[in-house]
């Protein structure tokens, strides 16, 4: 069968750019094309201030509640890998002092979105929540584009651990803010590259990825995830119905 998705198409190379780029500019070359791109640094916004020495072991315990859980996978042994259903929901000091204390066998991912009045799902969950005033709920890179949610990953191991191959409904912005991700694409052909902290990789909605971790003092990446376009040749108005922007305005209001 023919594949028709604009997306699929081979990449002998990923471009590597500023964030500084205008948001314009990212949208007509990358989002509109469905091209993954590398970004040389984090998002350029004010309200920015994530690194990994702002969210140290020792920071996020200081500024995160005592009674704040969450979610987080589990393995049996090193030899095992994530993402096979075993979670667990644990204190996240508890998680996070395991962490800093050389544990291998834990992952904290997305976590369980609370759901407003009209049904719609937050766009934050903890521990985020507590870390709120350190990063934009939308990074003006995004233009006119719609969030969908926002999550940290984080975790800790010397050799490469694997999500499996796998594919997002979301265009996803990751951000890697401490020890290494190494991130093979697939649309139909792949690409394979080393992606580093104090970068940034976006993924179009669709493209299958497998993303391995690797970090002997930890692992933390932090992602925004948005909804894809519909209207690719519009960065004024990225989408045919005013349903997503409705629903994050309504949001926004929520959230203040």
């Known amino acids: 069968m023919k594949q028709e998705y604009v997306g699929c ?6 471009d590597q750019i500023s964030p500084s780029i205008a948001p314009s500019e990212f949208f007509s070359k990358y989002v509109a094309s469905r091209t993954p791109v590398v970004f040389n640094g984090f998002i350029t916004d004010a309200e920015w201030k994530v690194s990994k ?14 009674d704040m859980t969450v979610k987080i996978e589990y393995r049996d042994n090193d030899a095992d890998r994530f993402g096979l259903g075993k ?9 996070i002092t395991d962490i800093a204390n050389d544990a291998t066998n834990l ?17 934050i969950s903890a521990p985020l929540t507590a870390l709120q005033q350190d990063f934009p709920l939308i990074p003006s890179i ?10 940290l990953w984080i975790g800790r191991s010397s050799s490469w651990t694997t999500s499996g191959l796998h594919h997002d409904y979301h265009d996803n912005l990751y951000i890697m803010l ?3 991700k190494q991130i093979t694409l697939i649309s139909p052909a792949f690409t394979e590259d080393l992606y580093t902290e104090g970068e940034m990789l976006f993924i179009p909605a669709g493209w299958f990825h497998e993303v391995k971790s690797q970090g002997s003092e930890g692992h933390i990446a932090f992602n925004y995830w948005f909804h894809p376009p519909d209207q690719l040749d519009n960065f004024d108005k990225p989408y045919s119905s005013d ?3 409705s629903v994050l305005q309504s949001k926004l209001l929520n959230s203040k």
């Open 9 to 14: 198409k081979k990449l002998d190379n990923v």
């Open 87 to 95: 979670e667990k929901t644990v204190p996240f000091h508890e998680f």
């Open 243 to 245: 349903f997503w922007p």
């Open 107 to 123: 992952y904290m991912t997305t976590q369980e979105l609370e759901y407003d009045l009209e049904d719609q799902p937050e766009i």
């Open 142 to 151: 995004f233009g006119n584009l719609v969030i969908s949610n926002i999550n």
């Open 178 to 180: 401490k020890g290494q």
């Open 53 to 66: 020495e702002s969210w140290s072991y020792d920071n996020l315990i200081r500024r995160t509640p005592d």
